[in-house]
């Protein structure tokens, strides 16, 4: 007979979920350390940034074991509201929100900023997994769920996709493997997939039409910069209701550009300055590693990226750690996912299951994400690393899903012959 690996008391959960969070949680203290020394540079104190972090990450472990203790059976109760506080906080973002790196994503709340799209995130899972539980049949889930799923995310993920677009791709990818997992219809999905690829297609061809890549016009036509300049000034007003309605197209449109004319660069003409910085130095950080890298500490590169502790972190620990350590950290987003597929599996009920599967699929193709950016696989994206990345609002939430996670391995029903006292030992503990 198959049994979970748990621990009892207060740090009950499944043992292999735990191993992979403190192991998580250990290498972002180290590498934070390590990569935060732009703003140590700021402030003059070395410790603050860790210390900092470390906080947060305290923080978000008291909120994983208080969230871990929640009978998974409750977090239904909470999705009716939860829509509505995302749906509200997405919009009052987008009207008198923060504006941090050309983006306004933030909202500050008695001086605390966070961001409301890392809520929304969770709450659009935990929707879609009570619809496609509640709409389960012997063949697989009603034609209906996928109309009521659609109606949801059509109120969250468009407020989403106008400030932070890979965070919308990353979204509605998770949502498309939750659907395919809990048995949509093949043709339902199939035909949404092709309208996601026409929607794609017309979301770049409106980037490439209304965005401008100003770093390029700077450095080769400057004479037709100053042309366009004089344009903008007769169309004003035009110009200025289209930069309200794609004010990010320019980012966008430069980051495209960027990927596509990607190739064999000479050192002697690495952008080290400019935009293309941060790339630039991410990938001297990755080519000077080697199979054990220089040590925990000891990046160079870490002192010319701005966000080495954050969206390029993953540069960081291969320049520290080698080949064996980024392998070590893929394998641990790797390990909770089919970890989390095990627990799925043994679950009797379908909503749990969905669930962990879709806070799973989140974290771990964020990671990829992360990861696919610091190696130059995909265009920059600004997704922070899971866990690992200095943050805010997504260390905490994240530290939440882990510990719904441990609650449905904990206290979920399990198919029979896998658990065969489910609720006395919820009672015991």
């Known amino acids: ?64 074991i208080c969230t871990m203790n929640i009978p998974c059976r409750y977090f239904k109760l909470v999705t009716p509201f939860a829509l509505l ?34 809520i929304a995130k969770g709450t659009l899972i935990l929707a879609t997994a009570q619809i496609l539980s509640a709409m389960q049949t012997p063949e697989g889930a009603d034609k209906r769920a996928f109309k009521y799923i659609m109606t949801v995310c059509l109120f969250i993920i468009p407020l989403i996709m106008i400030e932070n677009l890979s965070t919308a791709v990353l979204l509605c990818t998770v949502i498309f493997l939750m659907m ?12 949404l997939l092709g309208v996601v690829a026409l929607t794609l297609a017309f979301i770049v061809t409106a980037v490439m039409v209304f965005g401008e890549d100003k770093e390029a016009g700077t450095a080769d036509m400057k004479g037709k910069h100053v042309m366009v300049q004089q344009q903008a000034e ?17 980012t966008w449109k430069s980051r495209i550009d960027k990927f596509l004319s990607s190739g064999y660069v000479p050192p002697e003409k690495l952008d080290l300055n400019g935009k293309d910085a941060q ?35 993953y540069a960081i620990i291969v320049e520290e750690m ?27 009920n379908t909503f749990p299951a969905l669930l962990i599967m879709g806070f799973a699929l989140l974290l771990v193709i964020q990671a990829m994400f992360n ?19 200095k943050g805010g609002t997504s260390t905490i939430i994240n530290c939440a899903y ?23 030992r919820t009672a015991a503990a």
């Open 1 to 64: 007979m198959l049994k979970d690996k748990t621990t009892e008391g207060k740090f009950k959960g499944d043992a292999v979920i735990w191993s992979v969070f403190f192991f998580l949680c250990l290498i972002s203290i180290i590498e934070v350390f390590s990569a935060s020394s732009h703003l140590s540079f700021k402030t003059g104190d070395y410790l603050a940034p860790v210390l900092y972090h470390c906080l947060l990450l305290a923080v978000g472990v008291v909120v994983m």
């Open 85 to 118: 506080i995302s749906f509200l906080m997405l919009v009052i973002v987008l009207c008198v929100g923060e504006t941090t790196n050309g983006s306004q994503r933030w909202i500050d709340f008695l001086g605390i900023q966070f961001q409301p799209s890392e």
């Open 180 to 191: 395919f997992i809990g048995k949509v219809p093949k043709i339902q999905l199939g035909r």
């Open 234 to 250: 007769e169309k004003e007003e035009d110009e200025t209701l289209l930069e309200k309605i794609f004010h990010r197209c320019d």
């Open 279 to 313: 790339t630039s130095h991410a990938n001297i950080a990755i080519a000077s590693s080697n199979l054990i890298g220089k040590g925990p500490g000891n990046s160079v590169e870490r002192d010319f990226l701005s966000q080495a502790f954050s969206d390029f972190i």
């Open 322 to 348: 080698g080949i064996f350590g980024a392998f070590f950290v893929c394998m641990l987003y790797i390990i909770l996912l089919f970890r989390t597929a095990t627990i799925a599996s043994r679950c009797a």
């Open 371 to 389: 990861m696919a950016v610091a190696v130059g696989l995909v265009p920059v994206t600004g997704q922070p690393l899971p866990l690992i990345s």
């Open 402 to 424: 882990i510990g719904v996670i441990l609650s449905v391995s904990y206290s979920a029903k399990k198919k029979d012959g896998l658990d065969e006292e489910p609720q006395q």
